[in-house]
């Protein structure tokens, strides 16, 4: 049964993972093709803007073009200046300017997203008269050949536009030379949070996921605990099958002992022996008739607890108690300490014999071979102090020690009989009677079970 549970779990793991990565995959492509769509958008509005730079200022673009025409025709007439028209493009005069007015134009027309920009140099070709072209300059788009903007890198830029440049010149007066220009630059822009937007744009899909993941594991973990409770609850059911003789072995037990005792002349002959042993057998009989509604109403939480109140003389009822837990357990010694005046408590009579001696019993249970019950008057509360000498709870299992089903489990006692229903039954008890129970323990140093009443 645990290796199928196990299985079924691992299992349910597997396909757990495997929806959140299906889930995770679906939100990333779809993160993907939010991004994709945004970056086409900002190409879109932005391409509008700079279709060319004629289209910004006429001026400038005149100026960039003799720029160009001159540094050519320098190369033309004396090839040694080529490694000097780099940085004459990278440092014209009118770069500041026309940084200016495309950011300008920028905020103008896309005034809600805030945008950084850089216009890239990539070639600067010549062709000569014979259709030769010589390549004075042909990189990798680099943020180092920046010829306009204020963008600092490339790395998480958007692509929006090449620029393919052509001018046409001759030197025929000096070399007889016809030539054409061809350049290209590469316009880049960064728009800030852009990702922050992308998300905003998913809101209702991340929405949907987390809320699908969430779900998944909210059903996992509500049947897993349905899974394993309804094997806790198949364990109990085997272990009462298994264990009911045990429960039923105390009260029969002092039957027999009690029987073999009248069997004896000498106490048939004594009157007040006789009817010791015979209040004994009846209040054992009792308990047998009854045990069958106890296991039935333990399961029961206090509110639910139908009590048949009366009054109950104090230390008397104890002492019966004792005697008949001695009788049983003749190798337990028990010590009391009774020097309370007698007080008549309002109580159910079946039930506190019950959930007391539950209490004795489980001392026997966990390896105790003396026992110490008290009993006190003070502030209009009867207390009852029960205390062995066992192997202890350890002070991390004290909040379970109540709880239905629990049984402690240690050292060489794990296999201790019983349901796990005594110290619920005997709390369940106490607080119908509106009492309080607590306990003192550590491991290896014995138990102390504090039960109070208010009179």
Request: some cysteine; hydrophobic content about 40%; charged content about 25%.
């Amino acid at each position: 049964m645990k290796q199928k549970i196990n299985l079924l779990i691992g299992f349910s793991a597997v396909v757990l993972i495997a929806l959140s990565a299906i889930q995770y995959y679906l939100v990333k492509t779809a993160y993907e093709y939010k991004v994709e769509q945004f970056r086409s958008e900002i190409k879109e509005k932005i391409a509008k803007i700079t279709n060319d730079y004629s289209d910004i200022d006429s001026t400038i673009f005149n100026k960039k073009d003799l720029l160009y025409k001159q540094l050519a025709e320098n190369y033309i007439r004396d090839k040694k200046t080529r490694f000097h028209i780099k940085n004459q493009l990278l440092q014209n005069e009118f770069k500041s300017e026309l940084t200016r007015k495309l950011q300008e134009e920028f905020e103008n027309e896309v005034p809600d997203l805030e945008i950084d920009f850089a216009i890239v140099l990539d070639k600067f070709v010549i062709y000569d008269a014979t259709k030769e072209a010589d390549t004075i300059f042909a990189e990798k788009p680099f943020i180092e050949n920046k010829l306009y903007g204020n963008l600092a890198s490339l790395d998480d830029a958007f692509l929006i536009r090449n620029y393919v440049g052509t001018t046409s010149g001759s030197l025929q007066q000096e070399l007889n030379s016809d030539y054409k220009l061809l350049t290209e630059d590469t316009l880049y822009v960064s728009i800030q949070n852009w990702e922050t937007i992308v998300l905003k744009r998913m809101t209702l899909i991340l929405v949907f996921a987390v809320f699908s993941i969430l779900t998944l594991i909210t059903l996992f973990v509500i049947a897993l605990k349905a899974l394993i409770k309804q094997k806790k609850m198949s364990d109990i059911k085997t272990d009462f099958i298994n264990n009911i003789t045990h429960e039923l072995k105390t009260p029969l037990t002092t039957l027999s002992v009690s029987t073999k005792i009248l069997e004896r002349k000498d106490i048939r002959d004594n009157d007040e022996n006789f009817q010791n042993i015979l209040g004994t057998i009846n209040r054992q009989n009792n308990r047998l008739q009854n045990l069958i509604d106890q296991v039935m109403t333990n399961s029961l939480g206090y509110e639910e607890i139908e009590l048949h109140k009366e009054k109950v003389s104090m230390p008397d009822f104890l002492n019966s108690i004792i005697s008949d837990f001695q009788l049983a357990f003749p190798n337990v010694s028990i010590a009391t300490d009774f020097n309370s005046e007698k007080v008549n408590l309002n109580l159910d009579k079946f039930h506190l014999t019950t959930a007391i001696a539950n209490v004795l019993e489980n001392a026997v249970k966990y390896g105790c071979k003396n026992i110490y019950v008290k009993a006190s008057l003070a502030e209009n509360q009867f207390s009852i102090s029960i205390s062995d000498d066992g192997i202890g709870i350890s002070k991390s299992k004290h909040p379970l020690l109540f709880d239905k089903f629990y049984r402690v489990e240690q050292g060489n006692l794990h296999d201790a009989k019983g349901l796990g229903l005594g110290l619920y039954y005997v709390d369940q008890i106490i607080k119908a009677h509106q009492g309080t129970i607590n306990v003192m323990s550590d491991l290896g140093k014995g138990a102390t079970f504090d039960l109070r009443f208010s009179i």
